[in-house]
Nanobody, 117 residues
Framework: QVQLVESGGGLVQAGGSLRLSCAAS????????MGWYRQAPGKQRELVAT???????NYADSLKGRFTISRDNARNTAYLQMDSLKPEDTAVYYC???????????WGQGTQVTVSS
């Protein structure tokens, strides 16, 4: 079992920045990849960015250049730096972790990000 705890969400004005954190308690499991997804009201959950234990990253095309994912493997923590935020970035942001071996995925409880215009 992997437990993920997100933090760092909140209310910010358009053009501002936020940094989200996701701390993973993985026990005996080794985490292969971590990622961030988001879900806006009335919309499907969508990919924001992912990062492997080796540091390879993948971003949603529309977010490249504004969002940066990073990871501290020693602390089993992933970060999402969000700059130049727009009202359309308003959503619940979820952390995801995939473990080695089975490839099973786990989700955090989500953190609300609200960008005001």
């Amino acid at each position: 079992q992997v437990q993920l705890v997100e933090s760092g969400g909140g209310l910010v004005q358009a053009g501002g920045s936020l940094r989200l954190s996701c701390a993973a308690s993985s026990g005996i499991f080794s985490i292969r990849a971590m990622g961030w997804y988001r879900q806006a009201p009335g919309k499907q959950r969508e990919l924001v960015a992912t990062i492997t234990s080796g540091g390879s990253t993948n971003y949603a095309d529309s977010l490249k250049g504004r969002f940066t994912i990073s990871r501290d493997n020693a602390r089993n923590t992933a970060y999402l730096q969000m700059d130049s935020l727009k009202p359309e970035d308003t959503a619940v942001y979820y952390c995801n972790a995939i473990i080695h071996g089975t490839g099973m995925g786990f989700w955090g409880q989500g953190t609300q990000v609200t960008v005001s215009s």
